[in-house]
């Protein structure tokens, strides 16, 4: 049966909510409804376990409702629901700015919260700029991205990102300035890398044409996801990070990591910088920061960023920014238990543990049907098919349908499924959702 022809009608319940990256219309005929989550799994509508093979969205690294987060929520809940941030504090919220930036150290001594990553990401290009005005450099006013970049959705976000179809359907909206490096995802030279591929670190030097091209004293930040997530699972070529950090670093402009998806035990570690040994100047995070259960976002930052704002009248706003919502009292909650949580639970050291495990169990699709690659890193992978001829994307859609319905949520994009179980998986979950996949891979033409 053609997935596309499954239900004729839709379910009228469904109609009002306009629901955000999806087909609406394809959905809505038919929908997969879920109404619970307990560690590793969803419950349907119709009462069937769903293994969740993407955190919810790269975001539940702890596991469904864990009970300390959930607890201190409710704590939370009893006490203070909400208190303004703009001239007024909670504790909740410098509990936990502490609690970040101590774990985090290497000098990023101060956070800004937003409720998002979307909101993390333009926070964090904000930053940039006024630093560069603040130390009297109001030229630099480039920012710049990467081809295949996911930075979220505001006009920020779009403007620096790589993804065509955002770009092109807000094309007359995006900043202006703004230029891009390659992206590092070329399968002719890195197909079935397990962990970092070894050939693309010269990609690092398009940096230097662009300094050319535009001449440093213009640049404000690059922006980069350390594995570009949203793209599919594009993991780092060896010494290309480096490479970048050293080229910022020479021509003053400030590299902003985009951790959204890569912090919080995705990689293994807290961030990128433990993974990686490359330090950026800024890291905006959200998701996994309070393990999805309350949205949150932000921007760490270097002591020397925040005190090149620290001047002037004191009764003067240094940063004309902020949202209603920054460090909202429950998502702080949440952050800080999460946070407890990871370091209480070794769950970085057992993604770190788990990572080859799960480097197997990808590798080992290896040879399926319409498969050009799979990769792997941290508790990371993707497996790349073949495009149908005129159909794009078509096929891996439905291999995710396919495994949905047979137990387990992976994610698709373009010709991609990628895959990002919480930390928690055990062997024998990876070892089943990976055989769910290879199942609904060969049952898809
Ligand atoms: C790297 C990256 N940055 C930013 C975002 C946007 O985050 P949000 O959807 O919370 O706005 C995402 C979302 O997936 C992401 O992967």
Known sequence: MNNLDRAPTTDPALEALWMPFTHNRLFKKQPRLVVQADGM?????????????LSGLWCSNAGHRHPKIVEAVKRQLDVLDYAPPFQTGHDRAF????????????????????????????????????YHRARGEASRFRLLGRAKGYHGVGFGG??????????????????????????????????????????????????????????????????????????????????YLERIRE???????????????????????????????VVPDLIAFAKGVTSGVVPLGGVLVKTAIYDAFMTGPEHLVEFFHGYTYSGHPLACAAGV??????????????????????????????????????????????????????????????????????GAMVRYTGDIIAIGPALIISETQIAQLIDLVRTAIRATP
Not at 110 to 126: I, P, Q, R, W
Not at 369 to 398: C, K, Q, W, Y
């Open 158 to 239: 779009i403007s620096v990102g790589g993804m065509v179809a955002n770009r092109k359907a807000f094309a007359s909206a995006l900043l202006p300035g703004v230029d891009h490096l390659p992206h590092t995802h070329d399968l002719a030279h890195m197909a079935y890398s397990r962990g970092q591929p070894t050939w693309g670190a010269h990609l690092a030097d398009e940096l230097e044409r662009l300094v050319q091209l535009h001449d440093a004293s213009t640049i404000a930040a690059l922006i980069i996801e350390p594995m570009q997530g949203s793209a599919g699972v594009i993991v780092p070529p060896l010494g």
């Open 247 to 277: 080229l910022c670093a020479h021509h003053g402009i400030l590299l902003i990591f985009d951790e959204v998806i890569t912090g919080f035990g995705r990689m293994g570690s807290l961030f990128s910088a433990d993974r990686f040994g």
């Open 95 to 130: 509990e936990l700015a502490t609690a970040l930036t101590t774990t985090v150290g290497r000098g990023f001594d101060h956070v800004f919260f937003a409720n998002s990553g979307s909101e993390a990401v333009d926070t964090a290009l904000k930053i940039a700029l006024a």
């Open 337 to 406: 238990a999460a946070l407890e949580v990871y370091q209480q639970e070794g769950l970085f050291e057992r993604a770190r543990a788990l990572e080859p495990v799960l480097a197997d169990a990808i590798h080992s699709l290896r040879g399926e049907p319409h498969v050009i690659d799979t990769r792997n890193l941290g508790l990371a992978a993707a497996v790349e098919f073949e495009p149908r001829a005129g159909a794009a994307s078509l096929r891996a859609m439905e291999i995710f349908h396919h495994c949905f319905d047979h």
């Open 41 to 53: 799994y969803y419950t349907t509508v119709d009462g069937r376990r769903v293994l969740d093979g």
